[in-house]
């Protein structure tokens, strides 16, 4: 949307993502900024251009992902997100939770809505991220129409937009969920490069 200063493109099934968009809100909140939720499927991105992630899942003594996993707790418990990982659904496939986000991409607020409660099903719950109708249930839950988003996930017209969204975040350099822009030039990944999303909305400001 016209004024939004920040770009945040992301996959439901990242738990970092799920830090990133917790801990984003406040930094809106201290800049005043606001941000575009733009779908993707990071599957899509690390296909395309990030294909070690792969190895290194498949490696249980790669030390980098081991030390990851820890620091992702430790993030948790610092902002005070309830973040139950890995489940017995991880890693999750996500096309049709993304599918239904891109339903209410008109409706950032909606959208906003629909995210949080999508991350606290699987990250909080444990719930399947790849099962419609739970999915349908959470959007429910949140005072949205599941069934109308899970009815309208199955158009051409959704369907393409999720595409377009992946196709869009790798041609502008990114490679994995989330990937944060900021005034559409500068990039930034993940949520230990918040401080630096809020430096530069500030930098701007001044």
Known sequence: MPGDRV???YDLSSPWTYLAFTNLQNVLARTGATA??????VGGVFNAVNQSVYAARADRDNRKLVHSWRVLKDWAA???VQLRFPSQFHPAKSVHAMRMACTLADDMSAL???TKAAF???FGREENLDDPD???AVANAAGLDGEAMKAAAQTDEVKSLLRANTEEVIARGGYGSPTIFVDTTKMYFGNDQLPLVEFALKEKSA
């Open 120 to 122: 606290e099903s699987y």
């Open 112 to 114: 906003s809505t629909f």
């Open 134 to 136: 739970i999915l349908v």
């Open 36 to 41: 575009r939720l733009r779908p993707i499927l």
């Open 7 to 9: 770009e945040f493109f």
């Open 78 to 80: 610092l902002t005070g």
